[in-house]
């Protein structure tokens, strides 16, 4: 079972608090971050609290929750070491983990129903990062990465 931060803005509070019970019904161990009611916050500020977590804690998955996914993929991204993936299907899902080896999850509340949420990470979550190929290409980023440090 994965150990997984979540966090959401208040627009994905809703589906986070689902997710969050979901998959930890599943087995999984998730840290909830925040935030802890639908009051307004800024998902800069959640999404980068949990990339911090995954880019600092090996082997921790992060999942990120606002309204179309995108802002939180995008603040989460500039943490070094973190791979953030906005997922909305299962064949970008599965393909940001086997050939991208994303380690951050952001999902759109308002793009996604709680049932293909649920689909989607559960998918997320089975799929493993793939050798070869795909592993030297993900390598080629972090040397990108390492370059503007």
């Not at 949990?50 to 992060?62: D, M, P, Q, W, Y």
């Not at 179309?68 to 899902?93: E, F, Q």
């Not at 689909?119 to 997320?124: E, P």
């Given at each position: 079972?994965?150990?997984?931060?979540?966090?959401?803005?208040?627009?994905?509070?809703?589906?986070?608090?689902?997710?969050?019970?979901?998959?930890?019904?599943?087995?999984?161990?998730?840290?909830?971050?925040?935030?802890?009611?639908?009051?307004?916050?800024?998902?800069?500020?959640?999404?980068f609290l949990?990339?911090?977590?995954?880019?600092?804690?090996?082997?921790?998955?992060?999942?990120?929750?606002?309204?179309?996914?995108?802002?939180?993929?995008?603040?989460?991204?500039?943490?070094?070491?973190?791979?953030?993936?906005?997922?909305?299907?299962?064949?970008v899902t599965?393909?940001?983990?086997?050939?991208?080896?994303?380690?951050?999850?952001?999902?759109?509340?308002?793009?996604?129903?709680?049932g293909y949420?649920?689909?989607?990470?559960?998918?997320?979550?089975?799929?493993?990062?793939?050798?070869?190929?795909?592993?030297?290409?993900?390598?080629?980023?972090?040397?990108?990465?390492?370059?503007?440090?």
């Amino acid at each position: 079972m994965a150990k997984i931060t979540i966090g959401a803005d208040h627009g994905g509070f809703t589906l986070k608090e689902e997710l969050k019970k979901y998959l930890s019904e599943k087995g999984h161990q998730v840290e909830d971050i925040g935030t802890h009611s639908t009051e307004a916050v800024d998902y800069p500020d959640i999404a980068f609290l949990v990339a911090h977590s995954v880019a600092k804690n090996h082997g921790t998955l992060g999942i990120i929750i606002d309204g179309a996914g995108i802002g939180s993929c995008m603040a989460a991204n500039k943490v070094p070491g973190v791979r953030a993936a906005c997922c909305n299907d299962l064949y970008v899902t599965k393909n940001s983990r086997e050939h991208n080896h994303a380690n951050v999850l952001t999902l759109g509340s308002m793009v996604l129903g709680v049932g293909y949420a649920k689909q989607i990470a559960d998918a997320w979550l089975a799929t493993e990062p793939a050798p070869g190929r795909h592993a030297a290409r993900v390598n080629k980023i972090t040397e990108i990465e390492n370059l503007l440090k």
